[in-house]
């Protein structure tokens, strides 16, 4: 079964630090997606990324980016120079496909705290 | 384009009362789908739809029914509530054709059984 693992469960940084958020998933299939998204105190979900299975390269999007390295079935998230506005829950997600109908299995997810 | 919406966004109900969280998308995707929010257990899958007139069942759909009768429309029904059921929902719809692709949230309903 599929399986997405981050076993950060809270982490706290100054402003201006680099963040690794980590992220290992579990899975049989040989097609298969990861998503990133981000919590905000407000609650909703926001998407930030998502990766394919074929596609191992690195992503850069602004303070933003991603390792998918397949070999150890991981897919961190990386926030470089961190403000105060990161300050979120993230959710680390892998797609499930099954009979064609896909269903997203999360991750329980990193509190990140970014404090002044 | 409203995207996905939900409502109600909070309710407070009594143990073994019924109610409906409703979720409309505007988007025409085929694919819709109910997720719960614990702390510390991530987003959970309850129910899903591929289209009109299907539905299936996900990780915790105990204590919640379905439908779809159109494809803009998937409510989720509690129809005897508990307090296990307090919770964050999200309603989520993505088009299904395209594999894999941005699943795309609602704001979520806060959900208290008392």
């Known amino acids: 079964a599929q399986k997405v693992t981050q076993a950060q469960t809270e982490i706290s940084v100054v402003e201006k630090e680099d963040v690794t958020l980590d992220c290992v998933y579990e899975?049989?299939?040989?097609?298969?997606?990861l998503f990133w998204y981000k919590q905000p105190p407000s609650g909703e979900l926001v998407f930030l990324i998502r990766r394919n299975s074929f596609d191992e390269q690195n992503e850069i999007s602004g303070r933003y980016s991603w390792n998918f390295q397949k070999s150890t079935s991981s897919f961190n998230f990386t926030i470089t120079a961190s403000q105060v506005v990161d300050s979120a829950v993230y959710f680390c997600a892998l797609s499930d496909t099954q009979g064609g109908s896909e269903k997203l299995v999360f991750g329980k997810g990193t509190k990140l705290t970014v404090n002044p | 384009n409203a995207g996905v919406t939900q409502t109600p966004k909070f309710q407070v109900l009594k143990t073994g009362q019924s109610m409906t969280l409703q979720c409309a998308q505007d988007m025409n995707h085929e694919y819709m789908s109910w997720y719960r929010q614990d702390p510390g257990m991530g987003l959970r899958l309850i129910h899903y739809?591929?289209?009109?007139?299907?539905?299936d069942q996900g990780e915790v759909p105990n204590g919640y029914n379905v439908s779809r009768s159109t494809t803009e429309d998937f409510p989720l029904r509690l129809l005897s509530a508990a307090p296990s059921q307090t919770s964050v929902y999200f309603c989520a719809s993505r088009p299904l054709r395209q594999g894999g692709n941005t699943i795309y949230f609602g704001e979520g309903s806060w959900l208290t059984v008392v």
């Open positions: 739809s591929v289209g009109a007139g299907i539905t």
């Open positions: 899975t049989r299939d040989t097609t298969y997606y």
